[in-house]
């Protein structure tokens, strides 16, 4: 009885042994299906994606490519902000004037002898004949007038002639001592000039001769001196004003005199001219200057006229320059990061790289309201502001106290 037991025992335990490999075996073969199935899938997914990319327009698909092999942002967490400031000056905001000496335009006019001829004597006879002609120069005749030939004689006979450079400018008999002046035409002159003197013939008288004896025989004309109606000055605009400068404007007051014998006042900057015009005497002028016609460094400005005299005084030239160029940037410091600088795990180093060496550089700085002062003459200024940042956006200010030129700023963890 007890062996039927046991019998009935193993074949049941070989029975269910027996159910379990092929449950075992079943839930295999779904698993390796499943799992082929899942692998067909992938494939299929990646195909498409394939394809995609491929016939994506170039640079849709070069734009991709970039996106997806920039370098991670973590890799250079550790710049918190860099900028190139540039120049940054003291003149901006402000304005500037140059001045310029009061200067004196004067038309100077005086008679002066231009030639003096000794005496000399002309005849028209059948047997005697005789010319003069004599030349002269004129070093001026642009600023020659009221040239006159004055003299005297002694004989006289025949009708005068006297040409001018091959022109008639006197043909007459002469009756009587008192002899007016010939006036010479300014059109005639040149800077060499001829005057030629004859007398006409007797006709059938032959014998008698006519004849001229000339005495204190002088030209004389007005010279007008332009050496006094012209001046000039030099001013200078420095490198950060010229580069700051929004305008320039020239102011002065013109007193005049005589009013109705006046040329006009021209001035010019840099051989450009400026102004060309007869100005309101008495009252003060203002006279915008661009910029293109002003030079960083030398200038130079002439004040001129032709006719008449001016008395140009407060005379001024005033440059705006823009709004201050205070330079101000921002940055963030995540909670993460923050917390390492408070730990001291990392330092915020503020580095300011300026151009210039062996010159002093000045400014004030501003970190989060926090302000202390640069003044170095070294190259690099560096400064530890682990107590002067905070958790989310911070800002930078900087303020120059002389001019300069920054290459670089830049805060960075260390």
Same mark, same amino acid.
């Given at each position: 009885?007890?062996?039927?037991?046991?019998?009935?025992?193993?074949?049941?335990?070989?029975?269910?042994?027996?159910?379990?490999? #092929?449950?075992?075996?079943?839930?295999?073969?779904?698993? %390796? #299906? &499943?799992?082929?199935?899942?692998?067909?899938?992938? %494939?299929?997914?990646?195909?498409?994606?394939?394809?995609?990319?491929? @016939?994506?327009?170039?640079?849709?698909? *070069?734009?991709?490519?970039?996106?997806?092999?920039?370098?991670?942002?973590?890799?250079?967490?550790?710049?918190?902000?860099?900028?190139?400031? &540039?120049?940054?000056?003291?003149?901006?905001?402000?304005?500037?004037?140059?001045?310029?000496?009061?200067?004196?335009?004067?038309?100077?006019?005086?008679?002066?002898?231009?030639?003096?001829?000794?005496? @000399?004597?002309?005849?028209?006879?059948? @047997?005697?004949?005789?010319? !003069?002609?004599?030349?002269?120069?004129?070093?001026?005749?642009?600023?020659?007038?009221?040239?006159?030939?004055?003299?005297?004689?002694?004989?006289?006979? &025949?009708?005068?002639?006297?040409?001018?450079?091959?022109?008639?400018?006197?043909?007459? *008999?002469?009756?009587?001592?008192?002899?007016?002046?010939?006036?010479?035409?300014?059109?005639?002159?040149?800077?060499?000039?001829?005057?030629?003197?004859?007398?006409?013939?007797?006709?059938?008288?032959?014998?008698? /001769?006519?004849?001229?004896?000339?005495?204190?025989?002088?030209?004389?004309?007005?010279?007008?001196?332009?050496?006094?109606?012209?001046? /000039?000055?030099?001013?200078?605009?420095? +490198?950060?004003?010229?580069?700051?400068?929004? !305008?320039?404007?020239?102011? @002065?007051?013109?007193?005049?005199g005589n009013v109705?014998?006046?040329?006009?006042?021209?001035?010019?900057?840099?051989?450009?001219?400026?102004?060309?015009?007869?100005?309101?005497?008495?009252?003060?002028?203002?006279?915008?200057?661009?910029?293109?016609?002003?030079?960083?460094?030398?200038?130079?400005?002439?004040?001129?006229?032709?006719?008449g005299s001016y008395?140009?005084? #407060?005379?001024?030239?005033?440059?705006?320059? !823009?709004?201050?160029?205070? !330079?101000?940037?921002?940055?963030?410091?995540?909670?993460?990061?923050?917390?390492?600088?408070?730990? &001291?795990?990392?330092?915020?180093?503020?580095t300011i790289k300026?151009?210039?060496?062996?010159?002093?550089?000045?400014?004030?700085?501003?970190?989060?309201?926090?302000?202390?002062?640069?003044?170095?003459?070294?190259?690099?200024?560096?400064?530890?502001?682990?107590?002067?940042?905070?958790?989310?956006?911070?800002?930078?200010?900087?303020?120059?106290?002389?001019?300069? *030129?920054?290459? +670089?700023?830049?805060?960075?963890?260390?």
């Amino acid at each position: 009885m007890v062996q039927k037991k046991g019998r009935c025992l193993r074949k049941r335990f070989e029975l269910r042994e027996r159910m379990h490999r #092929q449950l075992a075996l079943s839930l295999n073969s779904r698993s %390796a #299906q &499943g799992g082929m199935n899942a692998a067909i899938l992938v %494939a299929i997914i990646a195909g498409l994606i394939i394809l995609y990319i491929i @016939f994506l327009p170039t640079a849709e698909r *070069e734009k991709m490519i970039n996106e997806n092999t920039k370098t991670p942002s973590g890799e250079k967490s550790n710049i918190l902000l860099i900028a190139n400031p &540039g120049m940054l000056s003291t003149s901006q905001g402000l304005e500037a004037e140059k001045s310029i000496p009061n200067i004196f335009l004067v038309e100077t006019t005086n008679a002066k002898e231009l030639e003096r001829i000794n005496p @000399f004597i002309i005849r028209n006879g059948w @047997f005697d004949k005789k010319e !003069k002609s004599l030349d002269f120069v004129l070093e001026d005749p642009d600023n020659t007038d009221n040239v006159v030939l004055s003299f005297t004689t002694k004989k006289r006979g &025949g009708i005068l002639t006297i040409k001018l450079n091959n022109n008639v400018v006197f043909e007459s *008999e002469l009756t009587s001592d008192l002899i007016e002046p010939i006036k010479l035409n300014k059109k005639m002159f040149g800077k060499t000039n001829t005057l030629a003197f004859t007398v006409s013939s007797v006709g059938l008288r032959f014998w008698e /001769t006519n004849e001229y004896s000339f005495e204190n025989a002088k030209i004389i004309g007005d010279i007008t001196d332009t050496s006094r109606q012209e001046s /000039t000055n030099i001013f200078t605009i420095s +490198e950060s004003e010229y580069v700051s400068m929004d !305008k320039a404007t020239l102011k @002065f007051i013109p007193y005049c005199g005589n009013v109705n014998d006046l040329g006009a006042l021209e001035i010019y900057i840099n051989n450009k001219k400026l102004v060309s015009s007869v100005p309101n005497c008495d009252d003060p002028y203002r006279q915008s200057i661009p910029k293109s016609a002003l030079n960083e460094g030398e200038n130079n400005i002439v004040f001129k006229t032709n006719k008449g005299s001016y008395s140009v005084e #407060q005379i001024r030239i005033s440059l705006d320059f !823009k709004e201050p160029k205070v !330079k101000t940037y921002y940055f963030e410091i995540k909670g993460s990061t923050f917390k390492k600088i408070q730990n &001291g795990d990392n330092d915020a180093l503020l580095t300011i790289k300026f151009v210039e060496d062996k010159k002093l550089k000045q400014a004030k700085l501003d970190v989060n309201g926090h302000i202390e002062s640069i003044d170095t003459y070294n190259m690099v200024f560096s400064k530890n502001i682990n107590t002067k940042v905070s958790e989310g956006n911070n800002f930078i200010r900087l303020e120059p106290l002389e001019d300069l *030129e920054i290459a +670089e700023l830049k805060i960075e963890l260390t």
